[in-house]
């Protein structure tokens, strides 16, 4: 290769790098005012009990509607908003707004059901995060029981147990839930498991999904499930989409399972219909997707 075309390519590569640059700063500027501009919402994915079909609780998840490009995926905003540090004000604006929604939920008679929300490590270790928690609790009114706390793997990176454990110690006193996500997707030291004090265990999709026709990855994930019980932990399959994964699921004694077979995350007004419905018939083969937004 010619030296000429050899600093072509560096150029196109530093001009791609650039804009890849430009575009991350615009969208960290613009999401610092998605609050105040009420481009953000809170969607709700319900959690179904294999043995019962009820649905045991929902499992928030921000969505970002921005005034000119629409919807702009987590995926895409979650990171910029991890490394701008924006992420402790949206997280602390989803955990208020998830604990409000499940409280008014409960006034209203619906029947008891825990709200998930996610939490970055940066939020974690942004502020005392228990005292937030405690607050955002008293704040809304929502029983410490019916908060679920997801953290991933990712919390365990430069940090010490010791600061971990304590954090987390103080959350399960105040009886808050506490989910292990995307559990198997990241590296895994498997020693935090059995000293953290976790109540559940979110199996990462890529071990759910396709599950009925694969069957290395049904030993993987029977595997999975007994590791998680036999440490008491209550395990959630995340990302079924087949009733068939559901049946597979049922066989290897999963506790709940979240995914499009049941529902997508949907808008807080269709989420207690959507509740009854998936309750009214357990699993048909087709569920019509009418209420998907
Ligand atoms: P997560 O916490 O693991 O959430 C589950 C994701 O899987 C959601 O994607 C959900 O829509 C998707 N999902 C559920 N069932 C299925 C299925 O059957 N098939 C497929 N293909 N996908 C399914 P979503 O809403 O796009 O969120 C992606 C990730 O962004 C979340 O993964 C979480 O890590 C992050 N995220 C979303 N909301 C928040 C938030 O409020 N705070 C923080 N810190 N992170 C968030
Ligand atoms: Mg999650
Ligand atoms: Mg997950
Ligand atoms: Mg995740």
């Not at 609790?137 to 940090?159: I, K, M, R, Y």
């Not at 049946?247 to 499009?260: A, I, M, N, S």
Request: hydrophobic share 45%.
């Amino acid at each position: 290769m010619g030296k000429e075309a050899g600093r072509g390519r560096c150029m196109l590569f530093e001009t791609a790098f650039a804009e890849a640059v430009e575009q991350r700063l615009l969208l960290a500027r613009d999401l610092r005012h998605a609050i105040e501009e009420n481009e953000l919402h809170a969607f709700y994915q319900p959690q179904v009990s294999i043995a019962t079909g009820k649905v045991v609780g929902f499992e928030a998840l921000l969505r970002w509607t921005h005034r000119e490009r629409g919807p702009i995926s987590p995926a895409e905003f979650i990171p910029v908003a991890e490394n701008s540090g924006i992420i402790v004000d949206l997280g602390l604006w989803i955990l208020r707004e998830a604990c409000q929604q499940a409280k008014a939920w409960l006034d209203q008679g619906l029947p008891p059901r825990t709200m998930s929300v996610n939490v970055s490590p940066a939020q974690f270790w942004a502020m005392d995060f228990e005292t937030a928690v405690a607050a955002v609790l008293a704040e809304t009114g929502l029983p410490a029981e019916l908060l679920c706390l997801e953290l991933t793997e990712s919390l365990f990176v430069d940090q010490s147990e010791d600061r971990i454990s304590r954090t987390l110690g103080s959350l399960s006193a105040l009886g808050v839930q506490l989910a292990l996500d995307d559990f198997g997707s990241g590296y895994s030291s498997l020693g935090y498991l059995t000293r953290l004090p976790f109540h559940r265990l979110k199996v990462d999709r890529s071990f759910v999904d396709g599950i009925a026709g694969q069957p290395a990855k049904r030993k993987l994930l029977a595997g999975i499930i007994a590791l998680s019980h036999g440490l008491g932990l209550s395990t959630v399959a995340e990302g079924a989409e087949k009733r068939a994964d559901v049946d597979v699921l049922r066989e290897l004694g999963c506790d709940t399972v979240q995914g499009y077979v049941y529902s997508r995350p949907v808008a807080p007004d269709a989420a207690p219909v959507v509740a009854a419905s998936i309750e009214a018939e357990p699993l048909p083969d087709h569920r019509p997707q009418c209420l998907i937004p």
